[in-house]
C-alpha cells in the first residue's frame, strides 16, 4: 500500500514539472505580474516548438528600396497633412500613426523573406519661420545599410520622416 501511494505522488509530480516545463513565459508583464498565454490553459497535446537554423547569409538578397521608401514617405505625409492645420494636441497621436504607417508599408514592399530592421523616425511640429536641424546617430555598415528621408512642408506644419533599414545578418 506503501508503494502505491508513493508511485501515485510522483506520478502527480512528474505531471506538474512537465506541465511547468512545457509552460511558456510571456514577454508582456503588467505592474510585475505575468500574463499567461491562453495556450497553457489546454490540456490537449503541445507541439514541440519550432527551431529555425542559421542560414549564415552575410549579404543581401536585395538591396534596400531608398527611393520606394521615400516615395512612401511623400505619400503618407500628402495624405495625412495636406490642408490641416497643426494641432499640438493631436500631434503627438498623428506623427504616431504615420510612422507606423510608413513602417507597415516599407515592410510590405520588403516582402517576408527581408532580414532588414526598419526604424521609422517622423517629426513634425508648427511653422512659425523658425529653422529645424534633425540629426541622427548608429552604428551603420555602408555596403548594406540605407537610409531614405523626406521633408514636408504646408502652410502651418513641417514633417520630417526618415527610414533606416539595417540589414540584420
Known amino acids: 500500500m506503501k508503494f502505491k501511494s508513493q508511485k501515485r505522488w510522483q506520478d502527480a509530480?512528474?505531471?506538474?514539472?512537465?506541465?511547468l516545463k512545457g509552460r511558456r513565459r510571456s514577454?508582456?508583464?503588467h505592474r510585475g505580474s505575468l500574463i499567461s498565454?491562453?495556450?497553457d490553459t489546454q490540456d490537449g497535446p503541445r507541439q514541440p516548438p519550432v527551431n529555425y537554423e542559421n542560414t549564415y547569409k552575410i549579404k543581401p538578397d536585395l538591396r534596400f528600396p531608398t527611393k520606394k521608401a521615400e516615395?512612401?514617405?511623400r505619400d503618407v505625409f500628402s495624405s495625412n497633412l495636406d490642408n490641416k492645420p497643426y494641432n499640438p494636441d493631436s500631434g503627438k497621436y498623428?506623427?504616431?500613426q504615420m510612422s507606423d504607417l510608413i513602417r507597415t508599408q516599407?515592410?510590405?514592399?520588403?516582402g517576408l523573406q527581408n532580414r532588414y530592421k526598419i526604424v521609422v523616425l517622423v517629426t513634425m511640429g508648427t511653422l512659425q519661420g523658425q529653422g529645424i536641424r534633425c540629426a541622427s546617430r548608429c552604428l551603420w555598415y555602408p555596403q548594406f545599410d540605407r537610409f531614405a528621408?523626406?521633408?514636408?512642408?504646408?502652410?502651418?506644419?513641417f514633417a520630417v520622416g526618415t527610414v533606416y533599414g539595417v540589414y540584420f545578418e
Open 13 to 19: 509530480i512528474n505531471k506538474v514539472s512537465l506541465n
Open 37 to 39: 498565454d491562453s495556450d
Open 71 to 73: 516615395d512612401i514617405i
Open 106 to 110: 516599407v515592410k510590405q514592399e520588403l
Open 149 to 157: 528621408s523626406y521633408s514636408y512642408k504646408n502652410e502651418s506644419i
Open 27 to 29: 514577454s508582456s508583464t
Open 94 to 96: 498623428l506623427s504616431s
